[in-house]
């Protein structure tokens, strides 16, 4: 079976096509995905990003026969859709700050984190200060709106005229959902959102069958069915779910980088350095953690090719050469802290670059520290290629390390949507913590030198 899997990330959007036999993605098609700034606050470019969709659907089912299609999107986006299906508003830019604006309000309605597993976030990472700011701001437009829905099934709405949402996306920082109850928040009664929430299905729901202006733009079979879609992070979760044996943890790689424990050692949440309980595809919390790596990645490259010797890694090492966090402030595990390298004078390029994958190495080992890893960590996505990464997060966390294969690793996880029974995911060479002491010393002296 070819599945294409639409996969809005914050930074990317892509359609990729997995062959589920094989378990492998053997197209893809991806574009930069820019916030529009037109209208009245920024946005997402939501008639660009579905022009590319079918652009990219009826391509690649020239080169392949497309047999089902699956979503994934990034969290922390909710659409609101007025009557005739359009947008009653703009779909909001979660970095936008405008729901600041009413935050003292807001934090006394919003629920506790016992409640929800939610840390309260800045800007508009929250989904509920959103749709709080929303209605306060347009009251007018907000109450055109005739449904709430989350960015995945939007999509699925497009491509189906199915109105659904989802836990992945409902329990992902959201102050919506209960985890613990699986059912929405006391936050949703208290707004009277509920009679505006699309009703919840499995994220492997199908939905029905593409529309058929679809099937006649996109040249795709009529009958072609489309899945209810998950949340990115959790679709990269998904294959390990079906497959391994806890303990175990995933770290999801992109614009977030996101850490999540399955099994593991108890430990007590700290909401004020962004940890959080995510809702896997099978209904369950998974403790979870993360920060912005991948935009901290590129502006600290500023997406240039890198090149590094082990000569570099060598030199690194022995000056003990840092970065310090956090060059993202707000979010992540140091959220008030502010960046700063520590005996870096005259780095080349590649021992630069060397310093960096183990400042996002140690950023992760601190996160899979907060909730508790234990067991082989999975890397999913960019940082998977990255070697100076995966070494140094051995030997940050004393574990084994195995990088995915694939280039997108929440393609696979959404393909399996569309799967009949569980598969078995190929995986790159395990990396054991490295022998020399000098990378647990390098840890050492980094996380001496955080606490310092």
Known sequence: MIVAVIDIGKTNAKVALVDLAAMQEVALRRTANAVATDGP??????EWLWTFILDSLAELNRERAIDAVSITTHGATAVLVDAEGGLALPVLDYEFSGPDDFAEDYDLIRPPFVETGTPRLPAGLNIGAQLFWQQRRFPEEFARATAIGMYPQYWALRLTGVAANEVTSLGCHTDLWNPWKS???TLVDKMGWRRLMAPVRPAKERLGPILPAIARRTGLDPQTPVFCGLHDSNASLLPHLLVDLPPFSVVSTGTWVVSMAVGGKMVELDPARDTLVNVNALGDPVRSARFMGGREFSLLTEDRPQHWTEDDVAVVLAQKASLLPSTQQGSGPFPHR??????????????????????????TATCLDLIGGDGPTTVEGPFAQNRLFIRMLAAATGRAVVASETSTGTSIGAALLASDGAAVMSKCQRTEPPAERVWGDYARAWRQAVAA
Do not use: V
């Open 41 to 46: 606050y920024p946005h997402h470019d939501i």
């Open 183 to 185: 059912d929405y928040s």
């Open 338 to 363: 502010a960046a700063q390298w520590r005996d870096a004078e005259d780095l080349s390029p590649g021992q630069r670059f060397a310093a960096i994958s183990f400042y996002l190495a140690l950023m």
